[in-house]
């Protein structure tokens, strides 16, 4: 599918400072829109949400506004949209609801490859509530953590699998719809961490079999927020601590304190500029989309297979990042030499691909790297080829340096 790269690169102010952006995994850069978005929310009149003053409505607008298009980008339900601060905000919120229901003898299944904001929170909320943690450990030698690996830790007791769409670590993309299958039928709940996913796939939370699924806009070109998309029958179920005089419908129940308006009406915006990433211009906004990600998939599928094939000439370089079915994140680490000062030495050329473990400590733990991980490529919508010659004629000069006399890892 066609991919005009100069069109979308020249909507991103960012770029025009000059750096080659390997850093989207850890947050995207912003296109003008979306910017424009931001300001026009705060340039205009706004208040609590109503129906009376311009203030009000305008508010109104904008919720209404960002439910509709964060759905449309999940394949979701507007009602079964809750915003919360971030992605980690939210696990922490509903482990909690969730959790008041478990008790001694239950369990819960957590996953080695997954970013500890998808870990922790569960892990403390079955403590609390005097239930199991059972681990489900990815293959270190391939990076793919499969369905067999659910089904092994799932029993009759389960009451939730937390597992990601995608690691930010690594790539991998696990075989989402069939382990919901098998945790569906233990009865168990499934909470998906797509916040790497939703940066480079086109999402359908009901052909993954997401009970919940959180993501976070600023990793697709939006500003910073948490997101988290439920089943609104689902939701109805579920009792968060609140205030007494707050909303108690769904999903405003889930929201506390008055929501960011302008960082929803950029949110709102992101998507609207991916719907407009694809060939096709006409139909629904989830049509759009649909198309959208798979013209930017396509492109971003060109560019990694530039960088793996441009990595095999460097002996020294180690690719973590294997399994057959993975986003365009690259993980590498570099033989007698330290990944930072990789990091550090790229970055002053202009080129930011960084360096660590990224919250994702027991991925980086389970790969033999301890909690120092390795540097991280990943691709954005806006990189281009001229990017991946940069990053590999910076990895070259680097590694034709001498090496260190001592202290090398």
């Known amino acids: 599918m066609t991919y005009d790269i100069a069109a979308v690169r020249a909507q991103f102010p960012a770029l025009k400072a000059g750096s080659a952006h390997f850093d989207g995994p850890g947050g995207s850069q912003t296109?003008?829109?979306?910017?424009?978005?931001?300001?026009?929310?705060?340039?205009?009149?706004?208040s609590n949400r109503g129906s009376r003053t311009l203030g009000e409505r305008n508010a109104e607008r904008?919720?209404?506004?960002?439910?509709?298009?964060?759905?449309?980008?999940?394949?979701?339900?507007?009602?079964?949209?809750?915003?919360?601060?971030?992605?980690?905000?939210?696990?922490?919120?509903?482990?909690?609801?969730?959790?008041?229901?478990?008790?001694?003898?239950?369990?819960?299944?957590?996953t080695s490859l997954d970013h500890d904001a998808n870990i922790r929170p569960w892990i403390q909320a079955a403590a609390n509530a005097g239930a199991t943690v059972r681990w489900a450990e990815f293959d270190p030698a391939t990076g793919e953590?499969?369905?067999?690996?659910?089904?092994?830790?799932?029993?009759?007791?389960?009451?939730?699998?937390?597992?990601?769409?995608?690691?930010?670590?690594?790539?991998?993309?696990?075989?989402?719809?069939?382990?919901?299958?098998?945790?569906?039928?233990?009865?168990?709940?499934?909470?998906?961490?797509?916040?790497?996913?939703?940066?480079?796939?086109?999402?359908?939370?009901?052909?993954?079999?997401?009970?919940?699924?959180?993501?976070?806009?600023?990793?697709?070109?939006?500003?910073?927020?948490?997101?988290?998309?439920?089943r609104p029958e689902l939701l109805e179920t579920l009792q968060p601590d609140k205030l007494l005089p707050s909303s108690n419908a769904v999903p405003e129940r889930f929201e506390f304190g008055t929501l960011p308006y302008e960082i929803l009406a950029g949110a709102a915006a992101a998507v609207d500029f991916l719907a407009t990433l694809g060939p096709h211009h006409d139909g629904s906004r989830r049509v759009r989309l649909v198309s959208a990600f798979a013209a930017l998939e396509g492109h971003e599928d060109t560019l990694r297979l530039r960088i793996e094939q441009g990595l095999r000439d460097f002996e020294a370089i180690t690719v973590h990042s294997r399994a057959p079915e993975r986003t365009p994140t690259l993980l590498l680490t570099i033989e007698g030499r330290s990944t930072l000062d990789a990091y550090h030495y790229l970055a002053d050329r202009g080129i930011?691909?960084?360096?660590?473990?990224?919250?994702?400590?027991?991925?980086?733990?389970?790969?033999?790297?301890?909690?120092?991980?390795?540097?991280?490529?990943?691709?954005?919508?806006?990189?281009?080829?001229?990017?991946?010659?940069?990053?590999?004629?910076?990895?070259?000069?680097?590694?034709?340096?001498?090496?260190?006399?001592?202290?090398?890892?």
């Open 31 to 46: 296109p003008q829109s979306v910017i424009e978005a931001v300001t026009d929310a705060l340039a205009n009149p706004l």
């Open 62 to 110: 904008i919720v209404t506004g960002a439910r509709h298009a964060l759905a449309d980008l999940l394949g979701a339900q507007p009602s079964g949209i809750v915003f919360g601060r971030s992605a980690t905000q939210l696990a922490y919120d509903f482990s909690r609801t969730l959790a008041r229901t478990w008790g001694p003898g239950d369990e819960i299944v957590v």
């Open 145 to 230: 953590l499969t369905p067999g690996h659910i089904r092994a830790v799932l029993s009759e007791r389960t009451r939730l699998v937390a597992v990601t769409a995608a690691s930010n670590l690594i790539g991998t993309r696990p075989a989402i719809p069939e382990i919901a299958r098998l945790a569906h039928e233990t009865g168990a709940l499934l909470y998906i961490d797509g916040v790497h996913y939703t940066a480079h796939a086109c999402v359908d939370i009901d052909a993954l079999g997401a009970d919940f699924f959180a993501c976070s806009p600023y990793k697709f070109l939006g500003p910073h927020l948490g997101v988290l998309a439920g």
């Open 352 to 409: 930011d691909a960084p360096s660590g473990s990224f919250y994702a400590l027991e991925a980086s733990r389970r790969l033999g790297l301890g909690d120092a991980g390795g540097l991280r490529v990943g691709l954005a919508p806006y990189n281009n080829a001229e990017d991946v010659d940069r990053l590999l004629q910076g990895l070259s000069d680097f590694l034709r340096r001498p090496r260190p006399a001592s202290g090398a890892h």
